[in-house]
């Protein structure tokens, strides 16, 4: 069982910034991609961000492409989300989600899960 801790979200002005971090323990599996999603209130889980367990190669939603960066550090099971500019739209419940080796975009393909951790944007 693999258990994910997300943390860091909180309020904050549009055009600020905010890093989340995503915090793996139990049996990880170190060739694992990890993922950053979304939901906002009444609208479904999005995909925001992945990485591959190397940190080699990542991917955005065009709708954070240019604005979050999304990181893994090489000494611990943490992934970064930084997320700069922020917009009143980017408000919603993070999680963060462990999966296969390949980057995945689908929510059906990740298994594993965190909590989620509440960034608010306001205008």
């Known amino acids: 069982q693999v258990r994910l801790v997300e943390s860091g979200g909180g309020s904050v002005q549009a055009g600020g910034s905010l890093r989340l971090s995503c915090a793996a323990s139990?049996?990880?599996?170190?060739?694992?991609?990890t993922g950053w999603f979304r939901q906002a209130p009444g609208k479904e889980r999005e995909f925001v961000a992945a990485?591959?367990?190397?940190?080699?190669?990542?991917h955005y939603s065009d709708s954070v492409k240019g604005r979050f960066t999304i990181s893994r550090d090489a000494n611990k099971p943490t992934v970064y989300l930084q997320m700069n500019s922020l917009k009143a739209d980017d408000t919603a419940i993070y999680y963060c989600?462990?999966?296969?080796?390949?980057?995945?975009?689908?929510?059906?393909?990740?298994?594993?899960w965190g909590q989620g951790t509440q960034v608010t944007v306001s205008s």
């Open positions: 990485i591959n367990w190397s940190g080699g190669s990542t």
């Open positions: 989600a462990a999966g296969g080796v390949v980057i995945y975009t689908q929510v059906e393909r990740y298994r594993y």
């Open positions: 139990g049996r990880t599996y170190s060739r694992d991609s």
